[in-house]
């Protein structure tokens, strides 16, 4: 009966010292990244509506930089062609809360047209 002996990565160390946020991520690239359901993120460490990793989401940063101040908590950024990974500004629509937004859904759903 033999004993077989396990090989030991020389970067043992390094996978050790990895974490799940940030710039240490095996998943960091650049500084962009999705989230949820296809949500394109940014790495903002600064930006004070930044998630716990640090990213916040493209089409609010496209709207931020289009009006040339920070989104608050409860305005939302709606996507017109509703590609949730198209953050060109004409695509972009801006509701003042999720109220308005929800009941901008109701009437277009009541109109038949397309979002």
């Known amino acids: 009966m033999?004993?077989?002996?396990?090989?030991?990565?020389?970067f043992w160390y390094l996978k050790k010292k990895q974490t799940k946020h940030g710039?240490?991520?095996l998943?960091?690239?650049i500084g962009i990244t999705t989230m949820g359901k296809g949500y394109v993120a940014i790495f903002s460490?600064?930006?004070?509506f930044r998630h716990k990793a640090g990213y916040v989401l493209e089409?609010?940063?496209v709207m931020e930089k289009y009006l040339g101040r920070y989104l608050t908590k409860k305005e939302v950024v709606h996507h017109i062609n509703e590609i949730i990974s198209d953050n060109r500004i004409?695509?972009?629509m801006?509701?003042?809360s999720s109220k308005a937004?929800?009941?901008?859904?109701?009437?277009l759903s009541k109109s038949g047209a397309p979002c």
């Open 90 to 92: 004409e695509n972009l």
């Open 59 to 61: 089409h609010r940063l």
């Open 2 to 10: 033999s004993i077989k002996s396990k090989r030991i990565s020389p």
């Open 45 to 48: 460490p600064k930006h004070p």
């Open 94 to 96: 801006l509701f003042n």
């Open 101 to 107: 937004h929800i009941s901008y859904h109701k009437s």
């Open 27 to 29: 998943a960091y690239k």
């Open 23 to 25: 710039l240490r991520s």
